[in-house]
């Protein structure tokens, strides 16, 4: 049984109303050669929040501190 569903309600992903989604789903490949499907965040980002490290558990690496 697919998650997808349940993913999407999570997701805020509206498949007949993708401009207010909170994230759209796209297809991807991964590095290695697979095929997956991803969400992504579907408004606008504050350049000044961007996590100049990568990593998002760290967020007082952002240009706003």
Do not use: C
């Amino acid at each position: 049984q697919s998650s997808i569903p349940s993913l999407d309600v999570y997701e805020g992903y509206m498949e007949n109303h993708l401009e207010e989604s909170l994230y759209i789903r796209k297809k991807a490949e991964t590095l290695s050669g697979v095929s997956v499907e991803t969400y992504v965040y579907n408004k606008e980002v504050n350049p000044e929040d961007q996590i100049i490290s990568g990593n998002w558990f760290d967020v007082s690496d952002t240009r706003s501190n």
